[in-house]
């Protein structure tokens, strides 16, 4: 532990992790290239930073908010010579990935042990930035590992699950003990690997999607009836589709992902949603 010279700060949400056996673990999970670019979120004291280091990239960029922690990473990186890796003192909310990958023109793979609190913020951003992405690695609470891969009817489900299995591939590749980070959390953790997809049926309605979700599952517990559709000032006169009359008495954690896409479909039949909006984004 004497390498761990930058106090956590609880602000940040920091658990540094010291173990490198789980730290090659996430490595080889990310399988970096000699063509990669690589994009870590919060490297804190460095622990995936330099295992990285010994595989060869085309260029590594880990934003870090924390300015002791950027002093000390650039100092690792000096020791080794390597130019092509480089720290942003930067808050990960805050950098455009769309920008980036355009400047790069060239798909980015993202890793990093993501802050409990930012949790949801981080993912949305990945999803909405999913163009520019091939592959995530990410360490996360486990609760929220579980709420990813979570089938309907499940109490687990929610938002993430839903928008998640739309528009990636997602694998919950191993759990993290508390014991492996300073200090150590009190929950669990879990390793998960997210690839991005596109779907050409439903890709273009990503925002609208997201949209309808999240009103979806504001009120979990109550009918669609009740919910989504009163809020879309939906009259009972609209709904003579079979396919939407059907899910009127469900409740958003009792549908699939697709039929919330059909949903979606028929508002935007209904003139409720206008036109056709772009699933770029940089924040929810």
Known sequence: MAQFISKPQKSLGQNFLWDRNIAKKIIEALKPQDDDVILEIGPGRGVLTEVLMDSRVSLYIGIEIDRNLVELLERKIKEKSLGNFLILNQDFLDFSIEEFGQIRNKKIKVLGNIPYHLTSSILFKILDNREYITTCVLMLQKEVAERIVSPPASKNYGILSVLHQLFADVNHLFDVSPNCFVPKPKVESSVIKISPKR???????????????KKAFNQRRKKLLNSLFKHFEIESSDLKKPEISALVNLRAEQLEPIQFVAICDYLVSLGKINGSKSSRGNRV
């Open 199 to 213: 779907n050409l049926f439903y890709e273009d309605k990503y925002e609208f999607l997201k949209k309808v979700v």
